[in-house]
């Protein structure tokens, strides 16, 4: 308990004062097969670089990375989990990960083209009450430091689809962003890797800050 009161101090005033304590964002290792690696070396440390630059925050510079069973989740405010294939969570895995979110945790799911088949099942074990509901452009997660009118940007195509963002919603709170046929991760990643023009990778990078600041300004 003293460890999520801290976790919930932590990020209702990392806006209000510069000396904050540093912290670090996560990035979620799961099992089944899937690539949870996939942008290891790039993606997160240069959306960390850009919000400690952009939003004033003092994010360490190394994601760290965690289980969904670990007691270490309690530790990050923010974690990330991406890849283009299976993930599967046990009861276990799925018990912790809701006392995390429930405890004031956030989870940003990235498809990276792949991975949305066992999306919903998963999270379902997560919270068997609650379902994916699209965010409509208003909502604020859109509309923090940078303004997406018409809600989350195209960074890479797959098969024509739109981008668009879901959320799980516990009591009011937004506990979960699932990001699908966008890529955030892949446009947050250095320039050599994709070849996104300057313009994706802005994109992408202030979408992922809109995320981290709609979380820590969150009630």
Not at 74 to 81: A, E, I, L, Q, S
Not at 121 to 149: N, R
């Given at each position: ?86 993930w599967?969570?046990?009861a276990t ?11 004031g ?6 498809d990276n083209?792949?991975?949305?088949p ?6 379902k ?20 430091k ?11 195509e797959?098969?024509?689809k739109?981008?668009q963002?879901?959320g ?19 446009g ?6 994709h ?6 990778h ?6 992922g800050?809109?995320l981290?600041?709609?979380v820590?300004?969150q009630?």
């Amino acid at each position: 308990m003293k460890k999520i009161l801290l976790f919930c101090f932590i990020i209702s005033s990392l806006f209000s004062r510069a000396n904050d304590p540093s912290f670090k964002i996560g990035l979620m290792k799961y099992n089944g097969g899937g690539d949870w690696y996939a942008n290891l070396e790039t993606s997160l440390p240069n959306l960390i670089r850009f919000c400690n630059q952009n939003l004033g925050t003092n994010i360490q510079a190394e994601q760290g990375i965690v289980e969904a069973a670990s007691p270490e989740l309690f530790d990050y405010p923010f974690v990330h989990m991406t890849g283009h294939g299976n993930w599967v969570l046990s009861a276990t895995e799925a018990d912790n990960l809701r006392k995390y979110l429930i405890g004031g945790g956030f989870l940003h799911i990235d498809d990276n083209f792949g991975i949305d088949p066992f999306v919903r099942p998963q999270m379902k074990k997560v919270f068997p009450e609650l379902d994916f509901v699209e965010l409509p452009f208003s909502h604020p997660v859109y509309h923090q430091k940078f303004e997406f009118p018409e809600g989350l940007p195209k960074i890479h195509e797959h098969d024509g689809k739109p981008a668009q963002g879901f959320g799980l919603i516990y009591e009011g709170r937004l506990v979960c962003f699932y990001s699908f046929e966008c890529d955030l991760g892949d446009g947050w990643e250095d320039y050599d890797v994709h070849k996104d023009s300057p313009e994706q990778h802005q994109k992408a990078l202030r979408m992922g800050a809109n995320l981290l600041q709609y979380v820590f300004n969150q009630p």
